[in-house]
Nanobody, 130 residues
Framework: QVQLVESGGGLVQAGGSLRLSCSASGDTFSSYAMAWFRQFPGEEHEFVAAISGTGSATFYAADLEGRFTISRDNAKNTVYLQIGSLKPVDTAVYFC???????????????????????WGQGTQVTVSS
């Protein structure tokens, strides 16, 4: 299993952009599919985006695609989440998660389940001010 550490969160004004990073250690990073989730206070993890081990397949929550971009650099053992045109409703704790098995041919409804991922980072807070 990989160990995951998120960074890049913070306070940003509405309309701004942010890039979150998730650094992995402990195993062969390219073997893992990676995902980003977010969590609002008192709610369950909400799927944001996922990317296959090679980066050839990406998945997005329908209402977030266009403002959110997931990418990875396997040489740096890092997955990124670029967020543009930030809105106050994007305020949440953002988590990265990993899955050893491939997601490239999985249906979206399974890729987007939090239970599909076995390792999680500690989260990074994103706060968007109006």
């Amino acid at each position: 299993q990989v160990q995951l550490v998120e960074s890049g969160g913070g306070l940003v004004q509405a309309g701004g952009s942010l890039r979150l990073s998730c650094s992995a250690s402990g195993d062969t990073f390219s073997s893992y599919a990676m995902a980003w989730f977010r969590q609002f206070p008192g709610e369950e993890h909400e799927f944001v985006a996922a990317i296959s081990g090679t980066g050839s397949a990406t998945f997005y929550a329908a209402d977030l695609e266009g403002r959110f971009t997931i990418s990875r650099d396997n040489a740096k053992n890092t997955v990124y989440l670029q967020i543009g045109s930030l809105k106050p409703v994007d305020t949440a704790v953002y988590f990265c998660a990993s899955r050893l098995e491939s997601i490239a041919t999985m249906p979206f409804k399974l890729v987007s389940l939090a239970s599909a991922y076995s390792s999680w980072g500690q989260g990074t807070q994103v706060t968007v001010s109006s």
